[in-house]
């Protein structure tokens, strides 16, 4: 992915990978990238999940291999370009600090309707956003909008509210339909904390209980700091009732051998 890729190149999803046979959730990123797809104007072949699988054979994976029980050992990065090719990339999946994460907050950057929510073919915006918080000491960079929580730079954000709800940005509003917020929603709501969409301000997030962040790079990680101010209770109900579904979700995926969710 080059900084002059427009948006309309290609639609792509970042998976979890064991370096071999086994991928995390396929299907649903699959499905994703299905959607992503129509919304951008691209046709993806219908046997994508078999091609994909029948290319794996073929893909290095990076030297460094992330140890963590909580992640997986590498990603894949899949793509599907404007001309209906299919390509795979094995990429590093980094490692994260055990403390409660750090974040800025950052201008999140403005797409047409039609192209905003998905993972398109011009996501340097979000890679610029990253480096941005990263130079300032902050492991991740958070996006607003008009003063609303749009997204985070490689991750979903979610806070739990007084009200005991966990709130997520609302894909309508130019939020990603979160993988890794399909994989521990039900697990969140059979544990009694109900997950809704949401528009999010500023106000929410300064009296929220507790936030936390999830994606297939980093699983769930709580989030401890925005802009140097302290957010909730790190470390709380929601993200040991999260951390336990995506845990549960990565041994459901490596037994199944990669065959999906």
Known sequence: MTASDGPESFVWSAIGWDGGNCLMSPELHFERIFRHAGKLGLECPPDLSDRVFSKLGGVSHP???????DQDPFLLIVKVTSGGEIILQG??????PETPLSAISLGAPVWDD????????DYQPYRDAREVAISNGADIGLLFENGNLIDGDRCTPLLLDSDGVA?????????????????????????????????ITLGMITRCSEMIVC???????SLGKIDDRKIGNPRG??????????????RVSIKNGGSGS
């Open 91 to 96: 990429s590093e999946n980094r490692t994260w």
């Open 237 to 250: 109900r929601l993200y040991k009732v999260a951390s336990e579904g995506w845990s549960k979700r990565l």
């Open 167 to 199: 709130y997520h940005p609302r894909h309508r509003d130019g939020a990603l339909d979160s993988v890794s917020l399909q994989v521990i929603k039900p697990f969140l709501e059979s544990s009694g904390i109900p997950v809704r969409g949401a528009k």
């Open 114 to 121: 039609d192209i905003r929510g998905t993972k398109h073919g």
């Open 63 to 69: 030297e460094e291999r992330n140890e963590c029980s």
């Open 215 to 221: 994606g297939s790079g980093m699983g769930v990680k």
